[in-house]
């Protein structure tokens, strides 16, 4: 007969957890290393087949060498980098079948959180605000800026959901599709024909149309992979 749970609590014993203490400090020091890290993987700093120099980066943020291989295993989990035997780590270099997963998996997540929508959503503003980025960014020639703020507009229409398990997965999801845009030479010509549609999206969701604006995103992402798969392919070609 099982013991009054009260009772069995009374004798669980923490000996020994003092000395995973450091285990602590270390970890949020690794995931700070690897927030730097993704990010400049993001903008571009590290391209896709890059070396990740580990001398370079220990010395330059001064954390210690274990530090920053746990960083580049968080980095690993995210596929964002690979580590080869002997050789060091270097930022992934996504196939065509990554994009193919990675735009599945978006039109899954986007579409059903915009799709419910029948009233404006309270946060358009911050929506419209990256679509003003994105023309501000058209406007300067700013092709980096550009994805960037295209980026934020898909980001911020999963925020919609107000789920934060949906925004980490939509981060991890952008994050590694940043390194396909980075393999191609010239990302503009890729995001600016989306800007447009981006501006029609925001003008149904302040009409409070969600299935309308739901469709349009779904053929949007369709048509994205599509030419984002042929321009992958041409860059990639000998």
Not at 208 to 236: C, F, H, I, K
Request: aromatic fraction near 6%; glycine fraction near 6%; include cysteine.
């Amino acid at each position: 007969m099982f013991n009054d749970p009260h009772e069995y609590a009374s004798g669980v014993t923490v000996d020994g957890l003092a000395d995973d203490r450091a285990l602590l400090t270390q970890t949020s020091r690794a995931e700070q290393v690897a927030a730097v890290l993704r990010a400049r993987i993001a903008k571009g700093f590290f391209r896709p087949g890059d070396r990740l120099p580990e001398q370079e980066i220990v010395e330059t943020l001064g954390v210690s060498r274990n530090t920053l291989r746990e960083a580049f295993r968080l980095l690993g989990h995210e596929n964002l980098v690979v580590q080869e035997l002997n050789r060091g780590t270097f930022v992934r270099v996504p196939t065509p079948a990554d994009v193919a997963h990675l735009y599945r998996v978006r039109r899954a997540i986007e579409c059903s959180v915009i799709a419910p929508l029948t009233t404006p959503p309270a946060s358009i503003g911050r929506i419209a605000a990256a679509v003003e980025d994105g023309r501000r960014a058209l406007d300067a020639q700013d092709g980096l800026a550009l994805g960037t703020a295209n980026i934020d507009f898909h980001e911020a229409l999963v925020a919609l959901a107000g789920d934060p398990r949906l925004d980490a997965l939509m981060r991890g999801l952008l994050a590694e599709l940043r390194l396909v845009f980075h393999v191609m030479d010239n990302p503009r010509w890729f995001h600016e024909p989306y800007l447009p549609r981006n501006e029609k999206i925001v003008a149904m969701l302040e009409a409070g149309d969600g299935p309308s604006a739901a469709a349009l995103l779904d053929n949007y992402l369709v048509d994205a992979e599509r030419q984002l798969l042929e321009a992958y392919s041409r860059e990639r070609r000998p």
